[in-house]
Structures are given as structure tokens and as C-alpha cells.
Nanobody, 126 residues
């Protein structure tokens, strides 16, 4: 089993920044990819960014490219999501996820991730 615990959410004004953290514990060798998803009320869960834990490969949703950065500290089993230039449309519950095999063509598909955190709320006001 893999346990994921997110932190770092909060409320911020448009244009501000937040950094989310997600620390994994348990059988951390079970997964090769970590990701951030988000879900706003009444909307489907969408992939924000995915990173390969072996290094060098990241994927981003078009809506966050240039503003968000996903990074990894393997020594701490922690993945980060640095979010800059936040917009009100970024408001959502953000979830950390881990998966074993994630094809490049479906990096944002929730079904590819078997482990999920409990979520952390991000609210951006205009």
C-alpha cells in the first residue's frame, strides 16, 4: 500500500502563488509516476501535471503551462506543485496521485493512478 498526504493549500488572491506538497509513505517502490489532479464543484477531475519518478519527464495541462511547475524530491518521497500567477479558475480541490505505469498519451487519465491522497483545497479570489 501507498499512502499520500497533501499539504499547502489555502486561499490566495489572483496573481498570487502557492506550493502544494505531497509526501508518500508505505510501498513507495510500487509507483513510477506521481501527479496532481484537481476537481472543481460540478466538474470532472482533471489532470494538472504528471512527473516520472525516474527523472526528466513531465507533462502539463495546457491551462497551467508556464504557470505551474511539478517537481520531485525522491529522497523525501515528496512531489511538489509550485503554482504561480493563480487565476480564479484554478480554484479546486487538488489531489496527489501515484501510478505504476502511465502511458504518455494518457498521463492525465485518473484511471492510470491507483493511489490517491485526501486532497487539499485551493481557492483563488479575484
Amino acid at each position: 500500500q501507498v499512502q499520500l498526504v497533501e499539504s499547502g493549500g489555502g486561499s490566495v488572491q489572483a496573481g498570487g502563488s502557492l506550493r502544494l506538497s505531497c509526501t508518500a509513505s508505505g510501498y513507495t517502490y510500487y509507483y513510477n509516476y506521481m501527479a496532481w489532479f484537481r476537481q472543481a464543484p460540478g466538474k470532472e477531475r482533471e489532470g494538472v501535471a504528471t512527473i516520472y519518478t525516474g527523472g526528466g519527464i513531465t507533462y502539463y495541462a495546457d491551462s497551467v503551462k508556464g504557470r505551474f511547475t511539478i517537481s520531485l524530491d525522491n529522497a523525501k518521497n515528496t512531489v511538489y506543485l509550485q503554482m504561480n500567477s493563480l487565476k480564479p479558475e484554478d480554484t479546486a480541490m487538488y489531489y496527489c496521485a501515484a501510478g505504476r505505469w502511465v502511458p504518455a498519451t494518457s498521463w492525465s487519465l485518473p484511471a492510470n493512478f491507483g493511489y490517491w491522497g485526501q486532497g487539499t483545497q485551493v481557492t483563488v479570489s479575484s
